[in-house]
């Protein structure tokens, strides 16, 4: 089972490093690093020194890039470009963006979310160009509440530079529909995935162990894909780690 975790804390990055973990680079999500890159270029270039295994989460505050709203788009595009600017200047070939789908689609006629996947759809096919060869884009299920939506998403964009980052507590509580499902659905396109615990009621991102979410169970269906997709713990890192050791799911 390959570990990343997030560069939240200094002391999370330096567990990580000492343990031999991965790491993902979460800051240039953020519009105020995206607004200062050199700087933030520099901070980085320090932490990733000791990391063999890297990857980045893209911006997402506010982004809606399958807005009717053209220049809503514009900043969404921007953005995003930023965000992979940032990954090529680090040589980081793995980089994770929110498909950007919103649940309250779901109270509207089919009309709302089938412009969001023609909308979301054109963006990507737009945008596949200021993709590095090499470089893969994670689309993360987030407010979808079926597996259905993001693979629709991905098999109607149809590059191979674009595959999904599965969230397992995003499907978790804000779906019905069983992981094991999801799982069966999304399949070989799933190559990355975040991972935390919740009751499922909120995006609690609990250490791993204090939900409610068969963690075992789901880990070893997404194994059975792939032995070499990331798992990102989007949580407290030694508490969910030592949970993974506890259930034999992680030796050291």
């Not at 567990?15 to 995206?34: C, D, F, H, K, W």
């Not at 980085?44 to 809606?64: Q, V």
Request: hydrophobic residues 40%; charged residues 20%.
């Amino acid at each position: 089972m390959i570990i990343y975790g997030n560069d939240y804390s200094e002391d999370t990055i330096n567990y990580l490093q000492q343990n031999g973990y991965g790491i993902e680079v979460t800051r240039y999500s953020a519009p105020y690093i995206l607004d200062n890159l050199p700087n933030a270029h520099a901070a980085t270039s320090e932490i990733l020194k000791g990391f063999s295994a890297f990857s980045m989460h893209g911006a997402y505050y506010d982004l809606f890039y399958a807005s009717r709203d053209p220049l809503i788009c514009l900043v969404a595009r921007k953005r995003i470009l930023q965000s992979i600017q940032a990954a090529t200047h680090h040589s980081i070939n793995h980089v994770v963006f929110h498909s950007s789908y919103r649940k309250f689609f779901d109270g509207f006629s089919k009309l709302a979310s089938d412009n969001f996947m023609k909308k979301a759809t054109e963006f990507w096919l737009s945008f596949e160009e200021h993709i590095p060869n090499g470089m893969t884009i994670y689309l993360e299920n987030v407010e979808e509440n079926n597996p259905e939506i993001l693979l629709n998403l991905i098999e109607s964009i149809g590059s191979p530079k674009i595959r999904c980052c599965f969230d397992v507590g995003h499907a978790h509580c804000n779906s019905s529909v069983p992981l094991k499902n999801w799982i069966d659905v999304l399949d070989k396109h799933i190559g990355y995935v975040h991972i935390h615990d919740n009751m499922g009621k909120s995006d609690q991102h609990l250490p791993l162990g204090e939900g409610n979410i068969l963690l075992v169970e789901t880990i070893n269906d997404i194994l059975a894909i792939s032995m070499t997709i990331p798992f990102v713990l989007e949580c407290d890192i030694t508490k969910s780690l030592e949970y993974l050791m506890k259930m034999g799911v992680l030796s050291l």
